[in-house]
């Protein structure tokens, strides 16, 4: 991303971020309260009008028993995993995650002192994981999973087979389950599987994002909804790395649950048809891919070019200006891909799409 902010007129196909502006519903809503300057602190869980909307919201919509004292407001859901690792595994305890993987939680699972090991989600298996290698990775210092549907790199989305498998790989081996379900509300291919269905609830943390549902990535807003015995634990641990979320970035989220279901329909359509539009390019282009069934990415094989992904990425920034993320940023099992990002314009989607598939010609062995 440093280097692709160097070249001007670049087209950013690398970041997972929403082109889409805040609702403007949010920000009418948010004026008077802004306006009113009483912008303070709040509980480090969040405001309890927050959290009760969160709480009937999802009981509704996802057909999930749930009270508002399961929820923890976060600045983003990327902090819930740092909140989960920090409060639930001791030094030494191992953490399962992904691979290829969203990068921040590799990292995340370190610094809070756990030992990761990574489990890999191959092509040969559609990318999805495979329980009977996880279940031989497993040791007795083995505490968690995490899990992430639809993925980022990749874009699989669970089926209710996998989600039962991991399920049952959970209470076997007596894992904490982490759900990262950041994109949920963006499935393209059958229906949104939410891990709650299948996972015993006191064994499951799931995460959800404010920024790619409702638009609000500059916001920094998120939740996490937990077993409420754990809650004392992960609140105590947020208390002492960030105090609380922000209280107008709070208020906008409460603001937004309010958002017609059209709203987002909107966006999953333009996004959808972005998909749509890369794959078509990439097929027309001869290149390898892995078509999305949710999620902001299209996962490309770039493996017949006989270069790393990092020098494939650098290059095709030099030569055609266009900027995607090397696959090996998502962990080894990454190397020989790379990620295009849909959520830009319709317009430089196709356009950078083009300059890859101009760019692989080229370099075609």
């Not at 909307?53 to 057909?63: L, R, W």
């Not at 600045?75 to 290829?100: Q, Y």
């Not at 409460?254 to 333009?270: F, G, T």
Request: aromatic fraction near 10%; hydrophobic fraction near 40%; charged fraction near 25%.
């Amino acid at each position: 991303m440093g280097l692709a902010l160097q070249i001007k007129d670049a087209i950013h196909l690398e970041i997972g971020e929403p082109h889409f502006p805040t609702p403007s519903l949010v920000l009418e809503k948010l004026a008077d309260f802004y306006w009113k300057g009483e912008i303070k602190y709040t509980p480090t869980t969040g405001i309890a009008s927050l959290r009760k909307k969160i709480a009937e919201k999802f009981s509704k919509e996802k057909n999930w028993s749930l009270s508002e004292e399961q929820v923890i407001v976060l600045p983003g859901s990327l902090f819930g995993t740092v909140a989960a690792f920090r409060a639930l595994l001791s030094p030494g305890e191992e953490a399962l995650l992904p691979d290829p993987g969203f990068t921040n939680h590799f990292a995340q699972a370190v610094l809070c002192g756990a030992t990761l090991k990574r489990y890999a989600l191959l092509s040969k298996n559609g990318f999805l994981p495979d329980l009977t290698a996880i279940r031989k990775m497993a040791t007795n210092k083995t505490k968690m999973i995490l899990v992430n549907s639809p993925s980022n790199p990749i874009g699989v989305t669970f089926d209710e087979s996998t989600a039962q498998g991991i399920a049952r790989l959970a209470e076997e081996l007596d894992l904490v389950v982490i759900a990262d379900e950041a994109y949920e509300k963006f499935v393209y291919q059958g229906n949104y599987t939410g891990m709650h269905r299948f996972v015993n609830p006191q064994r499951l943390i799931s995460l959800f994002s404010f920024s790619k549902t409702y638009a609000l990535s500059g916001w920094r807003i998120g939740c996490m909804i937990a077993p409420q015995e754990l809650v004392p634990a992960l609140a105590k641990v947020a208390e002492y790395l960030i105090a609380c979320s922000s209280h107008i970035s709070q208020k906008a989220a409460e603001i937004a649950l309010d958002l017609p279901e059209e709203e987002i329909q909107k966006m999953r359509d333009y996004y959808f048809s972005n998909v749509e539009l890369a794959c078509h390019l990439l097929e027309e282009g001869k290149m390898k891919f892995f078509r999305p069934q949710g999620g902001y990415y299209v996962w490309v094989d770039i493996r017949d070019y006989g270069m790393p992904s990092l020098d494939f990425c650098k290059q095709l920034l030099s030569e055609e200006k266009v900027a995607l993320a090397p696959g090996d940023t998502f962990g080894e099992n990454g190397e020989g891909f790379v990620r295009i990002s849909i959520c830009r314009t319709r317009q430089e989607v196709e356009e950078g799409v083009k300059r890859l598939v101009r760019f692989a010609r080229r370099k075609a062995l």
